[in-house]
């Protein structure tokens, strides 16, 4: 069965640079999030998409920015990177958005900011 | 805002015996809570959901949880504990005020030696 696939599994970028992670929902599912994990920590919401439009924000920084394009796939922009964003960034997608709903986790994208 | 707390940083158990991982909740109204497992360098899979109804919940890997109301917990067992188990265990409580944002527990490492 299709799973939630990102893009890149690893990336290393300096401090100050850009980055765009990529994630591609289960086909069919209509709603997207993001979470980040930092070494060791739980997994902390930044933002979710439903229908292609912003349904909830959490603790998404101001450098970062998100979409959800027509196709669904999402794409996560962080500008001025930080050493401390260094972190595991996770996908996930569900079908709608209901509370009951269980969320399917990409195997995530590890950023690495040196 | 709705949170979860997992009491144990780490839970050691024999294989074949029975394990339990503990957490409980705070969230105003109902909360919707579910269990979700991460094994090294993947994301998390959903274990289990309590939404309503049976107090005792069946999900996969013979898993099971117990939603307490008066005790606002909602701990994860299973009868006869596995080597292939070891993982990290996150609980999570979604509430209907604050739709989309899972709040995860920090989460517990399970250990089942043979």
């Known amino acids: 069965a299709a799973g939630v696939i990102q893009s890149p599994r690893h990336l290393i970028k300096e401090k100050r640079e850009t980055a765009t992670l990529k994630c591609y929902p289960i086909?069919?599912?209509?709603?997207v999030y993001w979470y980040q994990q930092g070494p060791g920590q739980d997994p902390q919401f930044l933002i979710s998409?439903?229908?292609?439009?912003?349904?909830d924000k959490g603790s998404i920084p101001d450098r970062f920015s998100a979409q959800q394009f027509s196709d669904y796939h999402s794409e996560l922009n962080m500008s001025s990177l930080e050493l401390g964003d260094s972190a595991l960034y996770f996908c996930?997608?569900?079908?709608?958005?209901?509370?009951?709903?269980?969320?399917?986790f990409g195997s995530g994208t590890q950023l690495s900011v040196l | 805002a709705q949170s979860v707390a997992q009491p144990e940083d780490q839970v050691n158990v024999a294989e074949g015996n029975p394990l339990t991982v503990k957490c409980t909740y705070s969230v105003s109204g109902n909360p919707y809570l579910f269990w979700y497992v991460q094994y090294p360098n993947r994301g998390l899979q959903f274990l289990l959901k309590?939404?309503?109804?049976?107090?005792l919940v069946k999900g996969s890997y013979g898993f099971e949880a117990e939603f307490n109301k008066s005790q606002t917990s909602f701990h994860l067992k299973k009868p006869s504990a596995l080597v292939s188990d070891s993982a990290l265990y996150f609980c999570?409580?979604?509430?209907?005020?604050?739709?989309?944002?899972?709040?995860f527990g920090a989460g517990t490492r399970l250990t089942v030696k043979p």
């Open positions: 996930a997608s569900s079908l709608g958005q209901g509370l009951g709903e269980k969320l399917f």
């Open positions: 086909p069919r599912h209509d709603t």
């Open positions: 998409f439903y229908e292609k439009m912003q349904s």
């Open positions: 999570a409580v979604r509430a209907s005020y604050n739709n989309n944002d899972m709040r």
């Open positions: 309590y939404i309503t109804g049976d107090n």
